[in-house]
């Protein structure tokens, strides 16, 4: 079992940053897979990123790359995700998540355990 919880969200105005950061409980945290996701009011959960389990691979959905970096420290058993460049059609609950190791990174389906979310709201 994985317990994540998410912090960082917040009010910024459009062209600023946050950085959101996921704490997960367990000791086996260096296992996992790590993702984050978002979901605006009406609209589907969608991929923002993800790591390897252990670091060493990053993928990002295309409107996202460059302005967004996700990142993990396993020592703290936290993973990150530095945003820049927000634009108010970024805001969203952001939810990270866990899954097994291997590929579909993308894919909600294949992720076990989810955070409770954090909002994030950029104004223009």
């Known amino acids: 079992q994985v317990q994540l919880v998410e912090s960082g969200g917040g009010l910024v105005q459009a062209g600023g940053s946050l950085r959101l950061s996921c704490a997960a409980s367990g000791r086996t945290f260096s296992s996992y897979d790590m993702g984050w996701f978002r979901q605006a009011p009406g609209k589907e959960r969608e991929f923002v990123a993800a790591?390897?389990?252990?670091?060493?691979?990053?993928y990002y959905a295309d409107s996202m790359k460059g302005r967004f970096t996700i990142s993990r420290d396993n020592a703290k058993n936290t993973v990150y995700l530095q945003m820049n460049s927000l634009k108010p059609e970024d805001t969203a609950v952001y939810y990270c998540a866990a899954k097994a190791r291997g590929s579909y990174y993308y894919d909600t389906r294949r992720y076990d355990y989810w955070g409770q979310g954090t909002q994030v709201t950029v104004s223009s």
């Open positions: 790591i390897s389990w252990s670091g060493g691979s990053t």
